[in-house]
C-alpha cells in the first residue's frame, strides 16, 4: 500500500485494474474486497488531503478526538457490514443517547415514554402513552406523519406536542422546509418510540471504532495491491467521452468506482443536484464536560440545530478539556468550496438525478456507489453495504 499526496509524474493509470474515486466508505470497501477477490490492482484518487471521506476523524489543537465533518456514530442491523468493518478496528460498546432541549426541558429523542411524562407530566403522560400502546402496540415506532394523521383527539394531542416542539423548527432549520414538506422518509429516520428505549438507534450492532474512523481507514487500506493518491481532483485525469471512460486522454478499459456528486463529472451541465450543506462551528473549552450527553438537539430555539460534544462517544479519556460542535445548516452552493452534505429528496431532484445516471448506464464498467454518487440519504453502514454488493457484482463477472 501507498498513500501519497499528489499524482507523480510517473503515474500511469493503465498500471490499474480498477479507478476508485473517493476514499470515504463507498471507495474503501469496494476497493478491499475487489482487490482481496481478484487480487486486482486498485488505485484511489481523493482530492481531499485525507482518507475517510465524512467519516474522517483527527485531534484538535487541545488535543481532543473531533469529527471534522460532524458526528458520526456506527449502528448498523447488517451481519454482513459490521463482520467486513470488524476486520479492520474493535468497535466499543458506546450507545448514541440525543436529549431535545424543548422550551428549557431535556427530554429523550426519539421521543419515548420517559418525554412524554416530561412533557404531559406524570398522570397525563402516562395516560396518553397507555393510548399510543393501545393503538400502536408496544415497542413500535411510529412516523410522527403517521402520528399525525391518526384523527383522534387524544392522540392529536400527542402528535401536536411532538410535531410542534421536536420536529417543525429543528426541520425548518435543517432542510429550510416544514415535515410535511420534505420526503417522509427523512422524519421517519427519528420516529417517537412506544416504548423506554432512550438509544437513538435499536440497531444490534453500535459503537465507536476504538482507534477512531481513520486509523480503521487506513488498516482497510493496507493492502499491498492499493495506492491511495490525496490532493487529486480526478475530474483533471478522468472524463466521458461518447464511447469511452477517458483516463489520462486514453480509454480505461478497467472498473471505475465512482462515489462523487454525479453532476460535478458533466459539469452540472442538466443543472446542479441540490444539496444542504453544513456550517460547522467547533468550540473548545476549559472544562471537564459541556452537557449531559453526546448530542442535544436544540428544537425549539437557537438557529443551530444541534450540539455534540465528543468526549462522550469516543471514550476519550481528557481532564479539564472539551470540544463541542455546533451545526447550522443551509443551502449548498455549486463551486463555492462548500460540502454537499445531504441530498434534498423529492421527485423533480430524483429525476434530475436519473437524467445523469441514464448517462452513464451505457458504460459497463463504470459504476456509481455511495451517498454522493447515488444522491442518496445514506448512513455509513448503508454505504458499505452498498460497495460490497457493487463488488459483489464486478466479481461475478471476471
Ligand atoms: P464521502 O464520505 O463523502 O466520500 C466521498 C469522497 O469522494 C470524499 O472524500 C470526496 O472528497 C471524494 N471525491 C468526490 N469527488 C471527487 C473527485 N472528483 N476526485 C477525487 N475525490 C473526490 N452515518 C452514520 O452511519 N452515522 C452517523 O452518525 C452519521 N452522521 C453524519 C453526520 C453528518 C453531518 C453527515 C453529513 C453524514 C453523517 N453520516 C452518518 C453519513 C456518512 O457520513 C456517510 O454515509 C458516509 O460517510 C458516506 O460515504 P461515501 O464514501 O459515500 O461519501
Ligand atoms: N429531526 C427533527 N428533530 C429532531 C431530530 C430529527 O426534526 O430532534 C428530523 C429532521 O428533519 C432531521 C431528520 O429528522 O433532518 C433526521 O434526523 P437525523 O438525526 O437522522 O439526522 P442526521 O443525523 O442524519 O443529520
Given at each position: 500500500?501507498?498513500?501519497?499526496?499528489?499524482?507523480?509524474e510517473s503515474?500511469?493509470?493503465?498500471?490499474?485494474?480498477?479507478?476508485?474515486v473517493?476514499?470515504?466508505?463507498?471507495?474503501?470497501?469496494a476497493a478491499r474486497?475487489?482487490t482481496?477477490?481478484?487480487?486486482?490492482?486498485?488505485c484511489?484518487?481523493?482530492?481531499?488531503?485525507?482518507?475517510?471521506?465524512?467519516a474522517y476523524?483527527?485531534?484538535?489543537?487541545?488535543?481532543?478526538?473531533?469529527?471534522?465533518y460532524?458526528?458520526?456514530i456506527?449502528?448498523?442491523?447488517?451481519?454482513?457490514?459490521h463482520?467486513?468493518?470488524?476486520?479492520?478496528?474493535?468497535?466499543s460498546?458506546?450507545?448514541?443517547?440525543?436529549?431535545a432541549?424543548?422550551?428549557?426541558?431535556?427530554?429523550p429523542?426519539?421521543?419515548n415514554?420517559?418525554s412524554?411524562?416530561?412533557?404531559?407530566g406524570?398522570?397525563?403522560?402516562?395516560?396518553?402513552?397507555?393510548?399510543?400502546v393501545?393503538?400502536?402496540?408496544?415497542d413500535?415506532k411510529?412516523?410522527?406523519?403517521e402520528?399525525?394523521?391518526?384523527n383522534d383527539?387524544?392522540?392529536?394531542?400527542?402528535?401536536?406536542?411532538?410535531?410542534e416542539?421536536i420536529?417543525?423548527?429543528?426541520?425548518?432549520?435543517?432542510?429550510?422546509?416544514t415535515?410535511?414538506?420534505i420526503?417522509?422518509?427523512?422524519?421517519?429516520?427519528?420516529p417517537?418510540?412506544?416504548?423506554?428505549?432512550d438509544?437513538?438507534?435499536?440497531?444490534?450492532?453500535?459503537?465507536?471504532?476504538?482507534?477512531?474512523?481513520t486509523?480503521m481507514?487506513e488498516?482497510?487500506?493496507n493492502h499491498?495491491?492499493?495506492d491511495?493518491?490525496?490532493?487529486v481532483?480526478?475530474?483533471?485525469?478522468i472524463?466521458?467521452?461518447?464511447?469511452?471512460?477517458?483516463?489520462?486522454?486514453?480509454?480505461?478499459?478497467?472498473?471505475?468506482?465512482?462515489?462523487?456528486?454525479l453532476?460535478?463529472?458533466?459539469n452540472?451541465?442538466?443543472?446542479?443536484?441540490?444539496?444542504?450543506t453544513?456550517d460547522?462551528?467547533?468550540?473548545?473549552?476549559?472544562?471537564?464536560?459541556?452537557?449531559p450527553?453526546c448530542?442535544?438537539?436544540?428544537?425549539?430555539?437557537?438557529?443551530?440545530t444541534?450540539?455534540?460534544?465528543?468526549?462522550?462517544?469516543?471514550?476519550?479519556?481528557?481532564?479539564g478539556?472539551?470540544?463541542?460542535?455546533?451545526?447550522?445548516?443551509?443551502?449548498?452552493?455549486p463551486?463555492?468550496?462548500?460540502?454537499?452534505?445531504?441530498?434534498?429528496?423529492n421527485?423533480?431532484?430524483?429525476?434530475?438525478?436519473?437524467?445523469y445516471?441514464?448517462?452513464v448506464?451505457?458504460?459497463?464498467?463504470f459504476?456509481?456507489?455511495?451517498?454522493l454518487?447515488?444522491?442518496?440519504?445514506?448512513?455509513?453502514?448503508?454505504?458499505?453495504?452498498s460497495a460490497?454488493?457493487l463488488?459483489?457484482?464486478?466479481?461475478?463477472?471476471?
Amino acid at each position: 500500500m501507498s498513500i501519497v499526496h499528489g499524482l507523480p509524474e510517473s503515474f500511469h493509470a493503465q498500471a490499474y485494474d480498477v479507478l476508485v474515486v473517493g476514499a470515504g466508505y463507498a471507495g474503501v470497501v469496494a476497493a478491499r474486497s475487489l482487490t482481496e477477490r481478484l487480487g486486482c490492482r486498485v488505485c484511489i484518487l481523493e482530492r481531499r488531503n485525507h482518507i475517510a471521506g465524512n467519516a474522517y476523524d483527527c485531534y484538535d489543537d487541545a488535543g481532543v478526538l473531533i469529527h471534522l465533518y460532524g458526528p458520526h456514530i456506527y449502528h448498523t442491523f447488517n451481519k454482513r457490514v459490521h463482520a467486513f468493518l470488524s476486520r479492520f478496528t474493535d468497535f466499543s460498546n458506546y450507545e448514541h443517547r440525543v436529549l431535545a432541549l424543548v422550551n428549557g426541558a431535556y427530554m429523550p429523542v426519539p421521543f419515548n415514554h420517559t418525554s412524554l411524562k416530561i412533557a404531559f407530566g406524570e398522570e397525563r403522560g402516562e395516560a396518553l402513552y397507555q393510548k399510543l400502546v393501545q393503538t400502536f402496540g408496544m415497542d413500535r415506532k411510529v412516523p410522527i406523519l403517521e402520528l399525525r394523521a391518526q384523527n383522534d383527539p387524544e392522540l392529536d394531542e400527542v402528535a401536536d406536542y411532538v410535531y410542534e416542539n421536536i420536529f417543525l423548527h429543528y426541520t425548518l432549520k435543517q432542510w429550510g422546509q416544514t415535515p410535511d414538506q420534505i420526503d417522509p422518509s427523512v422524519t421517519g429516520r427519528v420516529p417517537v418510540l412506544i416504548g423506554d428505549d432512550d438509544r437513538y438507534f435499536q440497531s444490534p450492532y453500535q459503537g465507536m471504532p476504538v482507534d477512531g474512523y481513520t486509523k480503521m481507514f487506513e488498516n482497510m487500506l493496507n493492502h499491498d495491491l492499493i495506492d491511495v493518491y490525496l490532493d487529486v481532483d480526478a475530474r483533471d485525469i478522468i472524463y466521458i467521452s461518447s464511447d469511452y471512460i477517458m483516463v489520462q486522454d486514453a480509454p480505461f478499459l478497467g472498473e471505475v468506482i465512482y462515489t462523487g456528486p454525479l453532476d460535478e463529472l458533466f459539469n452540472l451541465d442538466l443543472g446542479a443536484l441540490p444539496y444542504r450543506t453544513l456550517d460547522l462551528q467547533f468550540e473548545t473549552l476549559q472544562q471537564d464536560w459541556f452537557q449531559p450527553v453526546c448530542t442535544v438537539n436544540y428544537t425549539t430555539s437557537e438557529d443551530f440545530t444541534r450540539i455534540t460534544e465528543f468526549k462522550h462517544m469516543t471514550g476519550q479519556n481528557i481532564d479539564g478539556v472539551t470540544t463541542i460542535l455546533r451545526e447550522y445548516s443551509k443551502s449548498y452552493e455549486p463551486g463555492s468550496g462548500q460540502t454537499p452534505y445531504y441530498a434534498i429528496l423529492n421527485q423533480t431532484n430524483n429525476a434530475l438525478y436519473a437524467s445523469y445516471l441514464e448517462r452513464v448506464a451505457k458504460f459497463a464498467n463504470f459504476h456509481v456507489v455511495g451517498r454522493l454518487a447515488e444522491y442518496r440519504y445514506y448512513d455509513m453502514d448503508a454505504v458499505a453495504a452498498s460497495a460490497l454488493e457493487l463488488a459483489d457484482s464486478i466479481a461475478a463477472t471476471r
